[in-house]
């Protein structure tokens, strides 16, 4: 159940920084999905480092963060698909 939910969670992240970043992002939604999940276990170890990782209620902060890594990493991730696999579609 736990993949589930990582799966889950990681799709949501990606969704999410990819609404936020500015401009048309071209890496293909399962990737975008892992993208996700990265930024979840980054953001969480950030919100570890910062000594927030469980607050009662809500976890803002730590979501705060995940997101926030999660736009890095999908920003980052379709400049590297485009330019490695991205132009070979384009051509195609």
Do not use: C
Not at 58 to 70: L, Y
Not at 72 to 91: C, F, P, Q, S
């Amino acid at each position: 159940m736990g993949w589930l939910w990582a799966i889950i969670v990681g799709f949501v992240l990606g969704l999410i920084a990819k609404a936020i970043l500015p401009g048309k992002q071209h890496s293909p939604l399962w990737l975008t999905t892992i993208f996700g999940m990265l930024g979840a276990i980054v953001g969480n170890a950030v919100a570890r480092a910062f000594g927030v990782e469980a607050t009662p209620g809500v976890d803002w902060t730590r979501h705060i963060f995940q997101v926030i890594a999660a736009v890095i990493l999908v920003a980052v991730g379709d400049m590297l698909y485009m330019a490695t696999l991205g132009k070979r579609k384009e051509r195609a």
